[in-house]
């Protein structure tokens, strides 16, 4: 949505069905799907005939997130994505961007949060990029966060796990056509607008 928001026509990629996912998207392997990309040559990438003219991925976080060192083992059971897909993302010769967690090897990233946009949200996520990107200032965090979903009023809300209230949750979001399970995994939507004007900006020039 945020990428929509700055102006892109947008083609959403994943492994597993998005069935809420508000563009058009394809079922398939992203990698893979990157790969067939790259395949056709710096100049003139296209899908079904349009113009592909930049890149994001996010790749799974749970290898990389804080979470995951709850438990002895629980990050192996994850793939570690970032450096692959790098490769593929380089290769494509296209401008990209590549969002993950706090802790994720990316290569000179901003870090974006919530309050950057007026979002009663603390949600950092760092972005790599081929192209200079900036973050606004960021704001100090002067509200107590709650844990892990478990909110209440007075709090700022993690939007994690089981959180609720739902209705609060899509509103500091910002979507409000996810499900919990979406929502939890999700950046939003204030964060790919940012990054992706300065995109277009760059393809403009």
Known sequence: MGYHNAGFDVLGVDLNPQRNYPFEFRQCDAIRFARDVVRTGVDGMTFDGRTISAIHASPP?????????????????YPALVEPIRELLIASGLPYVMENVVGAPLIDPITLCGTMFGLELYRHRLFESNIPLV???????????????????????????????MSHARAIMGMDWTTRDELVEAIPPAYAEHVGRQLLAHLDA
């Open 135 to 165: 973050a606004p200032e960021h704001p100090r965090h002067v509200i107590p966060a709650s844990k892990a979903g478990h909110w209440t009023p007075g709090t700022i809300m993690s939007v994690s796990g089981h959180v609720a209230p």
């Open 61 to 77: 976080c749970q290898y990389y997130s804080a979470m995951s060192a709850c438990r002895p083992g629980l990050a192996a059971k």
